[in-house]
């Protein structure tokens, strides 16, 4: 175990907390450039903004020229007005625009037999590893890789290695990965290490990453009332950080419920949720939650669209959220050669329906309910259903409104998952 440093406390890390395990953790270092790696404003409640801003300051005090690569991975970039709010004052012109389709470098390859073997042999098309070329630029005498752990639909729990392959990674390997990860199932997977889309990204780590300086941060937080509590900060250069960051994010980032959801309702922060691709996190973190013939509704104020860019707009206009055969049989036709160059896009498809088992309704403002039907949803008014379940007064869980109907509420997505006891335990 080499320069493995940790904090934690069940209310919450301060602010100077973070600052001496940063600062222990650059003890005896030499150094003239670091790049900082961090997520983007959709990992907003990660604190990762508060870590690459007192690491910039650190750095910059000791005259080290510090870049910062946000891991968009298909994202849209970070603008000005998000850097300031998640990062404070770090100087907008250090941030560095990643290009998932152009601005890559070429590792090597995993092998079809490979993940034929940790895929059960459900997936044998080999992956190309790819890395935006600053990972691999020689001047970095650092790179901190920074991020969340926390349960994720692709590998099982988000962070760690995630953030270079998909992060900073090329469509090659994120449209594969993500493929991956759906036809395994991602009910086998959420919540749990050693997925077969983590052993990918363990084994490019290892193969091709293994001379870079790389230091990994990671965190394990909560945001009630959209307050961050940083429960656990573990840094180090090996896989120790990660799998102690699991084991605290299992036990603050998933929540059981004894029985099956009939009514959930989850709202979607307008500032972090603008598209489908986005939102469906509230699909993802409750499926294994949900009960058979349940109603999943979806208060979206701010959605606008459903790609994170236009190409894969149009693709889930074009193919809808229709369930996980109805995508592979789309897949498979020699005609839709769009969705094969977009795996990452034909997985999220598959991500994002019930497959008929429980009913996905989004309350939208900004996007026609007609539009949201021909992707395969149901659709209600925002304004309406915000009235009946008013995210303003509806506690975290279960809610009982006038009525007598009972509802279990949900205001960020995105930091947990929501899991049925019984079903978890079957699908083990």
Known sequence: MKNFVYAKDENGLSREEIARALAASLEGKNLKHVLIIPPDFTRFHSNAGLITNIYYHMLRERGVEVDILPALGTHVPVTREEAAAMFGDVPFERFIVHDWRHDVVQLGEISSDFLAEISEGLWEEPMQVEINRLVMDEKYDLILSVGQIVPHEVIGMAGHTKNLFVGVGGSDMINKSHMLGAVYGMERMMGRDHTPVRQVFDYAWKKYLAERPLLFVLTVCTAPGGQIHTHGLFIGEERDALEAAIKLAQEKNMDFVEHGLKKCVVYLDPSEFRTTWLGNKSVYRTRMAMADGGELLVLAPGIKRFGEDMQVD???????????????????????????????????????????????????????????????????????????????TLTYGYNTLPDGEEIFFIPNPALGLWINRERFAQEG
């Open 314 to 392: 149009a693709l889930i206009r074009k193919y809808g959220y229709r369930g996980r055969l109805h995508t592979l049989e789309k897949f498979n036709e020699q005609e839709n050669q769009d969705l094969r160059d977009n795996m990452g896009a034909a997985a999220h498809l598959i991500h994002g329906s019930s497959d008929g088992r429980f009913t996905i309704t989004y309350a939208v403002k900004n996007i026609s309910q007609e539009e949201i039907r021909s992707v395969g949803f149901q659709a209600a008014d925002y304004d309406a259903m915000a009235a009946r379940y008013n995210p303003e």
